[in-house]
């Protein structure tokens, strides 16, 4: 998900480029404010908690906001991420933005503060509160409100600087110079993490020739097990005396070896800046927490799992044309073998899709169509789930 907050003194121009944001990268709009009046109308526990505290004359503490912005963000999933409005800020509440992050599985993306001095700012509130009629809007006023915002910013810009995601923006010019200044540090942003993807589907969905098309046109390295396990016999390497025998008899490998596959992969392309796709990797739910562990190593993860759906009939229709070609598989000699192949896959790979759905990971696309049709629907989902799950 792409996650933002925007920082900018009173009159700094963000409630514009908030719009601009939200309407150009389709996230959700999170004021602290909006949500603790929404919890108090209503009338939720948390609420009336809230409202109590209120009515009492108190600032309703962090443990009830932290729960109301968990609650908020839980609610919310049509969007393609946040942009917060009023939270977080304190220092304290910097580190439990963090925690519900990571209760999310998401992170922060990137914090655009909007650099505008306090005789601009002051200038910009006058106008408005002339224009607008807003007598209580006067110098005094706007003085009070420019020097609370900067000893309240200032230890969250330190906060955020150290950890090396806040970027300063020239807030002076038209709205949309503004914009354009934000939208060129995010999209490099974008384009620096690389992507991961895995390519899922039952045998005959069409993984292998859409994984080749993917990687062609993100510039991704294809990782397929059954590639580096047949060109680890190839090369004689030093696991192809355990490899072959197995190979031959057509039984599966053991994880601790394509573990050592997967990671001289990721070891021989490291600082390539290229990201992956994975085919035929992970099939199983321990395969997957590995995969979660080897891409953790490399300081990035999964973006996303593709699962190409055809109908079984069309599956088997397709396996059966597949025994009678060069790339025909062993279990494309009969219809028993090809139905016990999908029986088995389906019963391997169930759990991890139900792994990556549970982390809002998986893209269904329709696969029964020409290749050329899958891919143009792939791709598409595929920029889209890139450009979210960065």
């Not at 003194?9 to 389709?26: D, R």
Request: with cysteine; charged share 25%; proline share 3%.
């Amino acid at each position: 998900m792409l996650n933002l907050i925007l920082f900018g003194p009173p009159g700094a121009g963000k409630g514009t480029q908030s719009e601009l944001l939200m309407s150009n990268y389709n996230l959700n709009y999170l004021s602290t404010g909006d949500a603790l009046r929404k919890e108090i109308k209503t009338g939720t526990h948390l609420g009336l908690k809230a409202k109590s505290i209120i009515e009492a004359g108190g600032l309703v503490d962090d443990e009830i906001i932290v729960q109301i912005i968990g609650n908020a963000l839980s609610s919310e999933v049509n969007a393609d991420g946040w942009l917060f409005d009023g939270f977080p800020r304190t220092y304290v509440q910097a580190y439990i933005l963090d925690g519900l992050f990571t209760r999310l599985h998401t992170s922060l993306t990137r914090i655009f503060i909007l650099e505008v001095d306090d005789e601009e700012c002051t200038k910009r509130l006058l106008q408005r509160a002339k224009e607008q009629n807003r007598s209580d809007d006067n110098e005094m006023v706007i003085q009070r409100r420019l020097e609370e915002y900067h000893r309240k910013t200032l230890p969250l810009l330190e906060f955020y600087e150290n950890a090396g995601i806040l970027t300063r923006i020239n807030g002076l010019g038209t709205s949309e110079e503004v914009f354009n200044r934000i939208n060129k540090h995010l999209t490099e942003e974008l384009n620096r993490r690389p992507a991961n993807v895995i390519m899922f589907g039952f045998p005959g969905a069409g993984r292998a020739t859409q994984a080749l098309q993917l990687a062609r046109d993100f510039n991704f390295i294809i990782i397929s097990t059954g590639e580096l396990l047949n060109e680890e016999v190839r090369n004689n390497g030093s696991l192809a005396s355990q490899i072959a025998p197995l190979l031959e008899k057509g039984l599966l490998v053991p994880d601790e070896i394509v573990i050592r596959l997967i990671e001289k992969k990721l070891q021989n392309t490291d600082g390539s800046g290229r990201g992956y796709v994975f085919k035929g990797y992970p099939r199983t739910l321990v395969q997957a927490y590995i995969l979660d562990g080897l891409l953790k190593k490399k300081g990035t993860g999964v973006s996303c799992v593709i699962n190409l759906k055809v109908p079984v009939f069309e599956l088997i229709r397709r396996l059966d044309a597949r025994s009678r070609t060069a790339s025909s598989m062993p279990y494309d000699s009969s219809a028993a073998s090809i139905v016990a192949r999908l029986q088995e896959h389906e019963e391997r790979t169930e759990p991890v899709l139900d792994y990556y759905s549970s982390r809002g990971q998986v893209i269904d696309v329709d696969a029964k169509a020409t290749p050329q049709e899958v891919y143009a629907s792939l791709k598409d989902a595929v920029s889209k789930a890139i450009r979210i799950m960065r």
